[in-house]
């Protein structure tokens, strides 16, 4: 064997050894990637981090819903409509505060709730002539306000059996949870999205019908400007609940407002709970979902909010 010969064998093997190395290391990544993106831990980590971007309600925006006048479509009331509405009222206060104050501040709420109601509500008026009071109360010298509506964002849709269209799991899971909300709170339901008429037709099979359907927007940008428009035609809210999954909250509700509109959380489940710790296929529903938020949360920063049309 010459020389030459050796040098090149030589180099061959070193070669080799890097390119094993390269390979095994890639391995053990790929390994590494496929265990964390099937745990709990990489999901929990974005949303932590989505979690701690600030919401600012754009002042000039909030402006025009401040009134918060907010009224349901053209409903007769029954004669018992009154102590309803006040049982409603007292319902969305324990709702927001109950948890937060003793019993004693808790009375102070409630009896500074209620007359609101008394004053505005007449039996056999329509609900159209009346307003649905953006309810607050001061404790201490903080406020406390209850929302005017629960908005449910929809999620997309699929097929049944039949081949009809209907709302996929994620928007039924919203559909599922905004109907407890709404049995607990009394506050009217909000659809938003291309997918409204559907969960409408989905809601009224389960002997619900939401009062305002917004059914012309195609993201969740659209989602919060045409729902705070069609809101302002009603006469404005100040505050509405939103009900979506928990990864798209963060950014849903920094659309919201953005566009005047504070909201508050309601977090709708996902398919599939999450394992505590271990590896689970149920896990990469929600780290499609983390990935696919921290992605357009990046995308908002530095490019801004794309395909979002300026009116319906």
Same mark, same amino acid.
């Given at each position: 064997?010459?020389?030459?010969?050796?040098?090149?064998?030589?180099?061959?093997?070193?070669?080799?050894?890097?390119?094993?190395?390269?390979?095994?290391?890639? #391995? +053990?990544? @790929?390994?590494?990637? !496929? *265990?964390?993106?099937? /745990? %709990?831990?990489?999901?929990? =980590?974005?949303?932590?981090? &989505?979690?701690?971007?600030?919401?600012?309600?754009?002042?000039?925006?909030? #402006? +025009?819903? @401040?009134?918060?006048? !907010? *009224?349901?479509?053209? /409903? %007769?009331?029954?004669?018992? =409509?009154?102590?309803?509405? &006040?049982?409603?009222?007292?319902?969305?206060?324990?709702?927001?505060?109950?948890?937060?104050?003793?019993?004693?501040?808790?009375?102070?709420?409630?009896?500074?709730?209620?007359?609101?109601?008394?004053?505005?509500?007449?039996?056999?008026?329509?609900?159209?002539?009346?307003?649905?009071?953006?309810?607050?109360?001061?404790?201490?010298?903080?406020?406390?306000?209850?929302?005017?509506?629960?908005?449910?964002?929809?999620?997309?849709?699929?097929?049944?059996?039949?081949?009809?269209?209907?709302?996929?799991?994620?928007?039924?899971?919203?559909?599922?949870?905004?109907?407890?909300?709404?049995?607990?709170?009394?506050?009217?339901?909000?659809?938003?999205?291309?997918?409204?008429?559907?969960?409408?037709?989905?809601?009224?099979?389960?002997?619900?019908?939401?009062?305002?359907?917004?059914?012309?927007?195609?993201?969740?940008?659209?989602?919060?400007?045409?729902?705070?428009?069609?809101?302002?035609?009603?006469?404005?809210?100040?505050?509405?609940?939103?009900?979506?999954?928990?990864?798209?909250?963060?950014?849903?509700?920094?659309?919201?407002?953005?566009?005047?509109?504070?909201?508050?959380?309601?977090?709708?489940?996902?398919?599939?709970?999450?394992?505590?710790?271990?590896?689970?296929?149920?896990?990469?529903?929600?780290?499609?979902?983390?990935?696919?938020?921290?992605?357009?949360?990046?995308?908002?920063?530095?490019?801004?909010?794309?395909?979002?049309?300026?009116?319906?």
């Amino acid at each position: 064997m010459s020389i030459a010969q050796g040098v090149v064998q030589r180099a061959v093997r070193r070669m080799l050894r890097w390119i094993s190395r390269v390979a095994l290391l890639g #391995a +053990a990544l @790929a390994l590494f990637c !496929l *265990v964390l993106i099937s /745990t %709990p831990f990489l999901a929990k =980590a974005i949303l932590w981090g &989505l979690q701690q971007i600030p919401i600012q309600v754009n002042p000039v925006a909030a #402006a +025009a819903h @401040a009134s918060g006048s !907010l *009224v349901k479509p053209n /409903t %007769p009331m029954q004669p018992d =409509a009154v102590e309803l509405v &006040l049982q409603q009222q007292r319902a969305q206060a324990t709702q927001t505060v109950k948890l937060l104050l003793d019993d004693q501040e808790y009375q102070k709420v409630l009896s500074q709730l209620a007359p609101q109601t008394l004053d505005a509500l007449q039996p056999n008026q329509t609900l159209r002539h009346v307003a649905l009071p953006n309810a607050s109360a001061t404790v201490d010298g903080q406020t406390w306000y209850v929302a005017q509506a629960i908005v449910v964002l929809g999620g997309g849709l699929g097929r049944d059996h039949t081949r009809e269209i209907v709302p996929n799991t994620f928007t039924a899971l919203r559909l599922s949870q905004a109907i407890l909300q709404h049995q607990v709170t009394g506050l009217p339901l909000f659809l938003s999205g291309v997918e409204a008429p559907w969960m409408q037709r989905w809601l009224l099979a389960q002997g619900i019908e939401a009062f305002w359907l917004e059914p012309r927007s195609m993201n969740t940008c659209e989602n919060a400007r045409f729902s705070a428009l069609l809101l302002l035609k009603q006469g404005g809210a100040a505050r509405v609940e939103l009900v979506t999954d928990a990864y798209h909250m963060p950014r849903a509700r920094r659309l919201f407002a953005q566009n005047g509109i504070e909201t508050v959380p309601v977090v709708a489940p996902l398919p599939g709970d999450p394992t505590v710790w271990w590896p689970d296929r149920r896990n990469l529903v929600h780290t499609r979902r983390a990935l696919h938020e921290l992605a357009a949360n990046v995308r908002d920063v530095w490019v801004g909010e794309i395909n979002c049309r300026e009116v319906p």
